[in-house]
């Protein structure tokens, strides 16, 4: 015996799927990997505080002041239109592109806590001027490379480019 029932679409390759995909390319959420650039602007305030610093040492209060913030705290605070959705899809983000992405972030804010904490103790502008051009040398390639798990190429590629470029 045959069943006359309609095959049930699958929601993974169905219009539901290419509506959310639709619905994630108009928040700037890549689809493919459920991640937004929109958090990178978190690190890059740091980058523009710190490449300030050398030209005009009072900057080291304003990045003194920058505070770390997760994927989710950076949403939850921000004025993104689509902050929740941004926030959904990363925690449904398959579980590897998460982890890759988590990795080179948790780098970067140690970095960058590591250099606040550094310059906190620091008596010369000189040294906070030097601690602030050694991070931005190791934090920019990090966003390079988290710009790229965003946008699906992955890091092993980014890293051959940044190494040999």
């Given at each position: ?39 990178l602007?978190?690190f ?31 949403f ?72 790229g ?17």
């Amino acid at each position: 015996m045959t069943s006359t029932a309609p095959p049930r679409p699958d929601p993974r390759t169905g219009p539901e799927q290419a509506a959310r995909a639709a619905q994630l390319r108009a928040a700037n959420i890549n689809p493919r990997t459920g991640l937004a650039t929109d958090y990178l602007n978190h690190f890059n305030e740091a980058i523009m505080l710190l490449e300030m610093i050398p030209d005009m040492p009072e900057c080291s209060e304003d990045f003194l002041a920058w505070q770390p913030l997760s994927y989710s705290e950076h949403f939850t605070a921000s004025n993104f239109k689509a902050r929740d959705l941004a926030i959904e899809a990363y925690q449904a983000a398959d579980a590897n592109i998460r982890a890759e992405f988590d990795s080179l972030t948790t780098a970067m804010t140690s970095i960058l806590t590591a250099v606040s904490a550094a310059m906190r103790e620091a008596r010369q502008d000189k040294t906070r001027a030097i601690l602030a051009e050694q991070a931005t040398g190791w934090v920019k390639p990090l966003v390079a490379l988290a710009g790229g798990i965003i946008n699906g190429s992955g890091a092993e590629a980014d890293v051959d480019f940044i190494m040999n470029h």
